[in-house]
C-alpha cells in the first residue's frame, strides 16, 4: 500500500502561481511513476503531468506544457507540481497518483494509489 497526502491548492489571481507538494508513505516511493490529474464535478479526471520512478523524464497536457513543471525527490518521498500563469481553466481538484508500471500512463484508470486531492482554484 502507498498513502498519498497533497498540499499547496488554494486561490489564487489568474498570472498567479502555486506549488503543490503530494508526500507519499508506505511501500518505495521510487519503485512508482507518479502523476498529477486534475477533475472538475461532471467530467473525467484529466492527465496533468507524470515524471518516471528516477525523475529523468517528465510528460505533460498540451494544455499545461510550459507553465506547469513536475518534479519529485525520491529521498524525501515527495512529488512537486510547480504551476506558472495559472488560468481560470486550470481551477479543479488536483489529485497525485502512484503506478508501478515502467511505462508512464495518460490514463487515470491504469494508476494503483491516489491522494484526497487539494482544491486549486483561479480568480479571474
Known amino acids: 500500500q502507498v498513502q498519498l497526502v497533497e498540499s499547496g491548492g488554494g486561490l489564487v489571481q489568474a498570472g498567479g502561481s502555486l506549488a503543490l507538494s503530494c508526500a507519499a508513505s508506505?511501500?518505495?516511493?521510487?519503485?512508482?511513476?507518479m502523476a498529477w490529474f486534475r477533475q472538475n464535478p461532471g467530467k473525467e479526471r484529466e492527465f496533468v503531468a507524470a515524471?518516471?520512478?528516477?525523475?529523468?523524464?517528465?510528460y505533460y497536457a498540451d494544455s499545461v506544457k510550459g507553465r506547469f513543471t513536475i518534479a519529485r525527490d525520491n529521498a524525501k518521498n515527495t512529488v512537486y507540481l510547480r504551476m506558472n500563469s495559472l488560468k481560470p481553466e486550470d481551477t479543479a481538484v488536483y489529485y497525485c497518483?502512484?503506478?508501478?508500471?515502467?511505462?508512464?500512463?495518460?490514463?487515470?484508470?491504469?494508476?494503483?494509489?491516489w491522494g484526497q486531492g487539494t482544491q486549486v482554484t483561479v480568480s479571474s
Open positions: 497518483a502512484a503506478d508501478r508500471s515502467i511505462y508512464v500512463q495518460r490514463t487515470p484508470s491504469v494508476y494503483d494509489y
Open positions: 515524471i518516471t520512478q528516477s525523475g529523468g523524464s517528465t
Open positions: 508506505g511501500r518505495t516511493f521510487s519503485w512508482y511513476a
